[in-house]
């Protein structure tokens, strides 16, 4: 069995290629169980969770093992955790082992990207990105692949991180700009792409303009959300699956719970838009919000990604 190195994960995982992966996945015929979600507390009190995620088509099985920890921000380390095993479907031999904080990072904002890519302006200058984790590192340069952004700010709660986060991205060539006022920032953007645990709204819909498009990443519990009953009732309402996104998400499941919409508000999955069931943006002032949960699918694609061109000899 491989292990493959995180250098080669960063290497292989390009934003273009794994986004045309993920394009290509969704058109396939696979099988996804409903992922295993297990809460624990930790001795100081901290509520952690645990996820399982299992998929498999003719050719290959992936199983990926993920720890979401909020309270390590205060200690200086990542919230999630992640290893991904890949198996030979056929015979259940492991064929690679990898890190799979990078690989699910990328491959949660190619998948955004890729919505964004039915869903977004064409015309989209300026794009927002809301938190400063793992997966936000990636939100810019990910959506930048779908769309050519004339101007990208940053918001986050620590100035600190906001500013060496607008640094990493000047040093990668990308003009990014930390800013203050969310409000602001939110009003004019046309892309408003959101990665934090938030509990309470952030993003209000009051400030979301005609024709703009909302990514939601960060939620992943019921009682999380990052924008408000406003921002969902005004919106075309799109999700990565109907499964995850409207049990998993405060975003959506507590104005299902209390009766500002239904499930059936949904317009469509991602897997619709990329087969052409759906069209996406159908106007230019249509609001449009793709609320992601994450997808196991999207892991195994870029596992293989990687795994297929991947050989010893690149390290």
Aim: glycine share 6%; proline share 4%; net charge negative.
């Amino acid at each position: 069995m491989l292990i493959i190195p995180d250098a080669e994960i960063i290497q292989l995982l390009d934003y273009h290629k794994l986004i045309e992966a993920l394009r290509e996945i969704f058109q396939s015929n696979y099988t996804m169980p409903v992922r295993h979600h297990h809460f624990y507390q930790t001795a100081e009190g901290d509520e952690n969770t645990l996820i399982l995620m299992p998929v498999w088509n003719q050719d290959y099985l992936g199983m990926k093992q993920v720890t979401v920890a909020p309270a390590n921000a205060s200690k200086n380390m990542p919230s999630i955790f992640a290893q991904y095993i890949l198996s030979d479907a056929k015979t259940g031999q492991p064929l690679a082992m990898m890190n799979a904080t990078e690989l699910t990072a990328r491959r949660t904002a190619c998948a955004s990207a890729l919505a964004a890519s039915f869903l977004c302006r064409e015309d989209a200058e300026h794009l927002l990105v809301v938190g400063g984790g793992k997966v936000a590192q990636h939100l810019v340069q990910a959506h930048s692949a779908v769309r050519d952004f004339k101007k990208v700010s940053v918001w986050m709660r620590n100035p600190t991180k906001l500013e060496d986060f607008v640094s990493d991205l000047k040093k990668q060539g990308i003009l990014a700009e930390g800013v203050t006022n969310l409000e602001e920032a939110a009003r004019q953007a046309d892309l408003i792409s959101c990665a934090t645990p938030a509990k309470t709204p952030i993003i209000k819909g009051e400030w979301v303009k005609p024709g703009a498009h909302l990514d939601l990443i960060g939620s992943y519990k019921p009682d999380t959300r990052e924008t408000d009953d406003v921002a969902i009732q005004k919106s075309s309402i799109f999700v990565d699956s109907r499964a995850g996104a409207l049990h998993e998400s405060g975003e959506l499941a507590i104005p299902i719970a209390s009766g500002i919409i239904s499930k059936n508000d949904v317009k469509a999955d991602i897997v619709e838009l990329v087969k052409g069931i759906h069209p996406g943006r159908t106007s230019e002032d249509e609001i449009t919000l793709f609320k992601s949960a994450g997808l196991a699918v999207e892991d195994l694609a870029a596992a293989l990604l990687v795994y297929k061109c991947y050989t010893p000899a690149n390290s």
